[in-house]
């Protein structure tokens, strides 16, 4: 007898970037310290580095959210005003010109406003044509973010299974924890592809599930 399984609809979920919604571990407290301290820098420009997956998107998300301040663009004008706020997300491979990103820098150091960049790269290792924008960033406060770790990889498992209103098992979860590939981009691929099977096979998810799942590398 076969087993009927459905299409499904790739139904829209609220995936929160929230501060609220940000998962603490060792791997990331120095970086939720930092926002949470803004404005009362100790440096107008603060630079998170960390391999991909490690969760920079999130913490720059939750600090535009938090203090108003808008990501920097390719081609934006930019006119610095007193108290201004934004956000450059990978710096390392940005398609922002050096001189975009300089200007910013610069009206932040002199200080008119305050910048938060990501990188995969820490400042000192990033290949950059203008000595002064190198020499700036290297200036600026340095956070680098651990490979995630356990806690928090659980705590983005919860939430990222909650924005989907599904309700998973403990245990079910630690067993999910002990297999999977150790970063948030794969953590959110999995959760994806297992709600979409769940939709597809009418089914709860259950480990022989996730094992296939995870064997068919698809996630």
Known sequence: MSTTRQLPFELPHNAS???????????NQLAIEAIDSWPAWPHPVLLIAGPVGS?????????????????????DVFEP??????????????DMAEEEIF?????????LGHVLLTSRTPAPLLHL????????????TQIELGAPD???????LVKLFAD???????????????????????AE???????????????????AMVASVLEDGEA
């Open 17 to 27: 970037f929230d501060r609220a919604d940000l998962i603490e571990s060792d791997a």
């Open 55 to 75: 969760g920079k998107t999130h913490i720059a998300e939750a600090f535009a959210a938090m203090s108003g301040g808008r990501h920097a663009r390719a081609g």
């Open 81 to 94: 005003q007193s108290g201004f706020v934004r956000v450059i997300d990978d710096v390392d491979r940005t």
């Open 103 to 111: 200007a910013i820098v610069n009206a932040a150091r002199a200080g």
């Open 129 to 140: 044509r203008l000595p002064d924008l190198a020499s700036r960033l290297r200036a600026a």
């Open 150 to 156: 356990d806690m928090l990889l659980h705590g983005v």
């Open 164 to 186: 989907r209103q599904m309700d998973v098992d403990p245990k079910l979860l630690a067993y999910i924890l002990s297999r999977m590939e150790r970063s948030i981009a794969s």
């Open 189 to 207: 691929a999995l959760v994806a592809r297992l709600d979409r099977e769940s939709l597809a096979s009418g089914r709860r998810i259950t480990r």
